[in-house]
Structure formats: structure tokens, C-alpha cells
């Protein structure tokens, strides 16, 4: 292979990743394991770097290495500060919290403030800057992006700057409201069925009035009255939590109409996850374009190149 | 003691309780046990009922016994098929379900529907039913309910019958939220500390655009940040949910100006969790008064008066 002018890593709350990257972003090997923030022990980082990372090391000495996700969160390696929105590449870049002087650097999270509370990310910055890099938008007036997950983030990027960002907890409520709730009981044990329908359903019924709280109760009674089967509750369940999700932040944070004046919402994550984002909204009227966990990788070779350039 | 006129019992999810009431709701007795339904196998109803309240019934032969609960529910005792709204004192009378006729008989749940999903209660209209009765609302035009709890309930009375009623997974939430989620890593191990400016702080924010999911984050980041202490950090968790179920209630189903026309809404429960609803009501400028458990004991009362008159 061509030789690598990167090493980047994704090291999370339970797993991490990592590649070697060309100077153009292109994947030339990749490593995951699941060896995350959670399984390893105070003072272990340096010591699951070399395990997981040594042998490319040793054949690429010299190879820089950028580092994003919770690795630099105050339980990591080291703890990289909040760098304050707005921010762009070019703020990430000089930000870098260097854990080997010149070869080893984690890849700062983002504050902001909003309404007099605050709001923070790591990982998804950095994913933000990839996917701004693989649109051609990484000058773009404005683009609006949302990165599903446990915690959903909905980011605002303004001529290549995220200006702010707004945290839902819909996947980490889901999941609870999925098997530990009562709901759970007549639900399927797994999300393996995809009933559309349902889902639009759920997505309807949140944009009326009511409140998560009380919707979440006719997952219950729509059972007790045999009006859904098992495999509709658990659809109907995530379009409830997702449709809420969106109709606050449409509602709120970033109102419709400034929306659908700009780019089509970016959505970065799994397949399986941005369908169901690309459909809810679709509700709305929102057009969306869908990138996947390959942005990481182009957003650590932009601040690598930005370090370069 | 003068002769017990009824055997209320109060069979639910978790507990039993029962006793003996003179004809005007007095208690002579009380017994509780943690035997509910969860712990009580199939076909085992009689047999625990005889166990709790065999001596009893053997003192007081021919004493009738009426039960309100989880006892009629589809893992109860035998299934009470829910009446439907609007209803009153002397349509659940009509609707008993008896178990041993003539002696032992179960009151029915209540159902109703809103925008074409159904809602239900078991056991609440028991204690609606008994708070008319003790604050002598019965015939009174316009009366608001709300039994916090796992499951909150709103309840609207008309004239002396339940017109309608709304379900809201408050506490269950707050449970899970408080005990399983992330947010659980920064709050203290029980809910002992009372922090009433962070439970207000809660129910301000509940009220501000973002929407719950949105505002839960914050109780991760005010802690990150340092902004509150975690006797703090729990109060106002518990103030964004029960302000998130007032905010969506009297926007949606029970419009405040109708409360304001009305009595002062009564609420029923512990003393812990009405003084919270209490205290988030009056940032609506909502006037309450308050009622216990006893509520139970004189809608049993209430309901057994009924079929003697």
C-alpha cells in the first residue's frame, strides 16, 4: 500500500477504531477493538495504545496520530478542554491537546451555551468537520447537521464554523424506555422488525399535543387493547422518541423555516438510524443527505492537513 | 370497637393493604402486606386473600368486602373490564365485579380516548370517588384531579362523573432517568437532600422551548461544569420531568384558564410528592389542596353506600 500519512483513531465509550490514512483522507488499513473509555483502568491509555496500535507504529515511525472521542474526556488519557463554538477546523487544529509533542494529539470537544445552560461535544466535532470536507461544504453559508446516537446531537454550521449544537438524550430514553420500563413487557425482545407504518405513526403522534410523558403511556394501552402488535409497539415507541425529538428542536433551537432555507440536513451515523432520522423529517418536509462513519476518518485528515498546511 | 359496615382493600402492583370501615368511612383497622400482584401466582388470589383477611372475615361473617386495584387487572384476581367515560359513583357500583357474590366483589378500572388512543386507570377512580366524597365535591360542576405517581394521572370531573383523564409516565421516567442513565453517575445514591431552588430550576426549564430530551442533557452538563452540586442536580431532574407533565398537560389536555375557572386542583398522594406538584403548580399560579391515602378508604366507603341505597 501507499504510505500512510496518518494514523487516526475514534476512541470511545466502548469501543475504538482506528486507521491509516492517506494525506487524501483515503482508508488504507483499519483496526477496531472493543476497548473503550469503560474497560480500561486509570493510567492504562498509553499502555492500550502501544497494544493496539504498536505494530503500525514501529512499521510507520514518525507517523503522526490524531485522536477523537472520549479518550480526551476528564475520565481518558487526558483531559482536552472544551474548545468554545463557534469553531471550525482551523480552531480544532490549533487546539490540539499534544500527548506526544509532534506525534500524538486528541482532537478538542466543543461547548456552547444556550439559555444560560451548557451544552457540550467530543467526537462529533470531528465528524462534522469530515462530512463538511466530503460534501464540499466546508465554506458553505449554512448547513445543519444531525448526528443520531444515544445522545443526538443537532449541529448549526455557519461558512464553515458550527456556531452552536443542542444535545437530545432520545436513544439513551429509548433504550431505557425499550427494556427497563414497563413498556418492556410488551415489546419484542429485539428491534430486528421494521414496521414502517408504526414508526410513522409514533412520528404523528408526537407532533400532538400532549407531552413525551403522556405519549409514551398509549404504547402501553394501544397493547392492552390489542390495536398493535408487539413489533408495531417497538416502532411506534422509537418514532414517539425520535418525532419528539424533532418536533422540539424544529420547534425551538432551529426553527423550520431557517431549515428548509438551507442545505439539506446532513445525516451522519449508522444506516439503520439515519433511515429513521431521513424518514421522520421527512415528515417535516426536511430533505436530507446521509453520510456514515466515514466522516471521522475525513475529519481527522482535514486537521491533519490544516497542521500540514 | 363498633362494627366494621365494609373490608376495603387496596390490592396493587407491589402491596396490599386493607381495612375495616364503619359505614361512614371511619378506619377501625388497618393491614398492609408487600403482597401484590407481582408476587402472587397464578390462581393464587384466594388463597392470599384468605391468608391477609381470613381472621377478619371469620370475626365479621357476612361483612362484604370491596376491593379497588390491580386485583381486576388482566394478572389480577379476574379480570374487570374497564368502564368507560364519563363515569361516576354509581356507575362503577353498577359495574362491580363480583368474586364470591354478594360478599366479595372488585371495582372496574376506567378507560377513555383521546385522539384515538385509548387511556386507562385502576384503583385512581377509587380515590377520586373519595376525594369528592371528603371535600364534599360530589355534585360540585368542575373539579381537577391529579394523582402523582409512577404513572401520574390528570382527572377531570364534571357534575360528580370522571369525563375524561390523562396518563403520564412521570415517575417511572424519573425513576429510570434517575437510577439507570448517565445522568445517574453525578447524583447522589438517594433522594434525602431537598433542594427546592434546583427543583424550581427544573420546572423553569421545563417550561423553556428545547423540549424534555433536550433539557435532561443539561443535567449532565451542569454537573461537568460545576454548576450545581448533585443534591441539586437530583431536584432539578425532578423538576424538568413533573415541569415537563405540567407544562404539556395544562397546554394540551386541561387548558389553564379552564383550571383557573374551577375548584383549586386536588391532589392525591404522598405527602413528598404532592408538596413537589404543589410547589411546581404554583409557578403556573395553579391553587391545590391536598389529600392522602385515606382517599381509598372513602371512595370504598362511598361506593358501598351506594349499593346499600
Known amino acids: 500500500m501507499s504510505d500512510p500519512a496518518l494514523l487516526a483513531v475514534d476512541w470511545g465509550t466502548t469501543a475504538l477504531r482506528g486507521a491509516l490514512l492517506a494525506a487524501d483522507g483515503t482508508v488504507l488499513a483499519e483496526h477496531a ?21 504498536g505494530a503500525w507504529r514501529a512499521a510507520y515511525p514518525g507517523l503522526p496520530c490524531l485522536m477523537a472521542g472520549m479518550v480526551g474526556s476528564r475520565q481518558g488519557w487526558v483531559e482536552a478542554a472544551y474548545c468554545p463554538c463557534p469553531a471550525g477546523a482551523a480552531d480544532l487544529a490549533t487546539q490540539l491537546l499534544w500527548v506526544q509533542p509532534g506525534r500524538v494529539a486528541i482532537v478538542p470537544g466543543l461547548s456552547t451555551e444556550q439559555g444560560g445552560l451548557p451544552d457540550v461535544m467530543r467526537g462529533e466535532e470531528t465528524q462534522v468537520v469530515g462530512a ?65 407504518e408504526a414508526f410513522d405513526r409514533g412520528v404523528a403522534q408526537a407532533r400532538q399535543p400532549g407531552g413525551l410523558l403522556h405519549h409514551l403511556f398509549s404504547v402501553r394501552t394501544l397493547a392492552l387493547f390489542d390495536r398493535l402488535d408487539a413489533a408495531g409497539l417497538a416502532c411506534y415507541l422509537s418514532g414517539l422518541v425520535i418525532g419528539e425529538e424533532l418536533r422540539a428542536q424544529l420547534a425551538a433551537h432551529l426553527p423550520l423555516a431557517e431549515v428548509a432555507a438551507a442545505q439539506p440536513v446532513v445525516l451522519i451515523g449508522s444506516a439503520a438510524l439515519t433511515a429513521r432520522y431521513q424518514r421522520a423529517l421527512a415528515a417535516w418536509s426536511v430533505p436530507t443527505q446521509v453520510l456514515g462513519a466515514e466522516a471521522t476518518w475525513f475529519g481527522l485528515a482535514a486537521l491533519a492537513g490544516t497542521l500540514r498546511g
Open 132 to 196: 463538511l470536507q466530503l460534501l464540499g461544504l466546508a465554506e458553505a453559508e449554512s448547513v445543519n447537521l444531525v448526528l443520531p446516537g444515544t445522545h443526538s446531537k443537532w449541529v448549526t454550521v455557519r461558512s464553515g464554523r458550527i456556531t452552536g449544537f443542542a444535545t437530545h438524550l432520545t436513544g439513551e430514553c429509548y433504550a431505557l424506555l425499550r427494556q427497563q420500563s414497563i413498556l418492556a413487557r410488551t415489546l419484542p425482545a429485539d428491534d430486528a422488525a421494521w414496521v414502517p
Open 33 to 53: 477493538a472493543p476497548r473503550g473509555l469503560l474497560s480500561i483502568p486509570p493510567g492504562g491509555w498509553a499502555d492500550a495504545f502501544d497494544a493496539e496500535f
